[in-house]
């Protein structure tokens, strides 16, 4: 391992990639709104209880994946391994509880303890959009409607939408004894974690990604079919909702999906572009307890990784776009005097709006040249103490080499429509 790397799992995003990310941010600000969401921001850490009794204790997230810690103040603090508990516990002390609904949006930084791979870090970024407050199947079909014009918009094509039911609550009770009936008669052969999960939640079980449990797991009856009739109404509107939006989508009675909030409608997104860690969004309809209060809220809503949404996009061949804007102009000073001047005038032209660059050290007209060079500048303005007394910069056109003076207090506006 070098020593410049950063630890295990996480990356810098250099200069040359960051035009990817600004492309995601800015569609998912330009997109969004459209539906009515606005953004919103809550801490990159939360107390451990949201997390855990908001994903829930049994998940693999909750279990064995969170950067938790003691603050200075004794308090179990948790790096946000995912976005939607903390909007939740936020979003709480808010009108949602009487039934309001509230739109948002969110980017950032999350932070999951797991073994890195190729799509798969410790820390990665989610832009996620949550409606909360309501319920209803036309919601579920909106929230995804979104997601996908949002792949739309950011050129990526080829990937599937994947659609379950998780039913309510009370509606899976029937398919959860038959799910634990059927996998008991192979447990003996199944991982330790499964083996605890099969009384304590077995729908986990089908989460699992040990080579063991594989069999099984693939061998799963169609349990959808035990869910009770609101629920599986429910999810027949949903269904239907996507089909007059014209949403393509495949059923996979399987898809549970990580984590315990999830009621109804669960969803994610893949790409053929990525390998084993395949999906680049996921969501669904949850219920949320908040610590501090007993009651749930609810909602609908997804995220889309970022580090994978990039992926999916090279896979495609997209080009990140201009990431570095080259200087229009590169200032050279001959002489002390002269480059002091050329501070302050690198601070008035960039106040105008106008890219600078500027050599600030002794240097010779040559290394200096290459210098614009390398930053790709436009022009090179150049002044020594013969220019300063007679109040005139020289321009160079740095592409065919050609020069001409002109007054130092017409540069600005002369600047500006070279530059449009
Ligand atoms: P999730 O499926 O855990 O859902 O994560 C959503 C997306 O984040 C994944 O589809 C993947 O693209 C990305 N992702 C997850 N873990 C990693 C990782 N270790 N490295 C790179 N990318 C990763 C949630 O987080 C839910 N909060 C989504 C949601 C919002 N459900 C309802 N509202």
Known sequence: MSKFSPPPGTSDIFPEEISYWHRLEDTARRIFPLYGYAEMRTPVFEYTEVFKKGIGDETEVVQKEMYTFEDRGGRSLTLRPEGTAGIMRSLAGTDVMNGNEKRVYYIGPMFRGERPAAGRRRQFHQIGAEDAGRVAPELDAESIAMLLHYLDELGITGYKLLLNTRASREDRKPAEDSLRAYFASSISTMCQDCKNRLERNVWRILDCKQEQCRDAISKTPDIAALFAEPSRKYFEKVCSALSAMGVPFEIDSRLVRGLDYYVHTVFEVTHPGLGAQNAIAGGGRYEIIVPESDKAIVGVGFAAGLERLIMAQQSLGIKPGEGISAPLVFLIGLGEKA??????????????????????????MKACMRSANRLAAKFAIIRGDNELSKGVVVL?????????ELPADSLIAHLQTLGK
């Open 339 to 364: 480059r002091n001047e050329n501070l302050k005038l690198a601070f008035q032209l960039r106040k105008a709006g106008i890219p600078v660059g500027a050599e600030v050290e002794e240097k010779s």
């Open 396 to 404: 160079k056109n740095m592409a065919d080499g050609s020069q001409s």
